[in-house]
């Protein structure tokens, strides 16, 4: 988490970035209206209240996306635009802490949301973490899946 904690980002844009030094990886509680946003958001994440700003370079997404472009760009105009902060909704992160205490980040849905972060060049994606075991990894991945994580 340490790692991560450096390249946090405050979670909107509309909040100015706190002095070096400070706590930097940022949460939020959900307000009403995220919590009606996070009815979007799968069963593995729907008790989670906090919302990450995770940076991009430390997510892995060990399978290819199947993307509709015209889905991709819409988001990306709604991203760039940017009216509401709950107009797209965070995506679910697998979390997952190895056994030397290494912490690793696993993205197998919102394609098309982690697509439109990747074109418009952002550091980071709104995310809940869920905290997983490599069992869980073996469920989305099959014999792909590592067996340790440091
Ligand atoms: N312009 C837009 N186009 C599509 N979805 C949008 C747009 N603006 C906001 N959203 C919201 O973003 C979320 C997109 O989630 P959705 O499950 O459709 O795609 P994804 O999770 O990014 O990709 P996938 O389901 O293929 O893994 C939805 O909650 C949707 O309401």
Redesign the pocket.
Known sequence: MNFIKQFALQPSRRIAAPPSGQKLWATQKLGNSKRM?SL??SVHSAGIEEVHNVPMSVIKRPIP????EM?VQ??M???DAETNAD???P?DILWITGSEGGNYYFS?????????HKRLNRETIKAKLVRSTLGDLYHYMGSSAPKYLA
């Open positions: 946003a979007d958001n996306s199947v993307l509709d889905k819409s988001l105009a709604t991203i107009d797209v909704p995506v197998f849905g919102g394609c098309h949301r982690f697509e439109a």
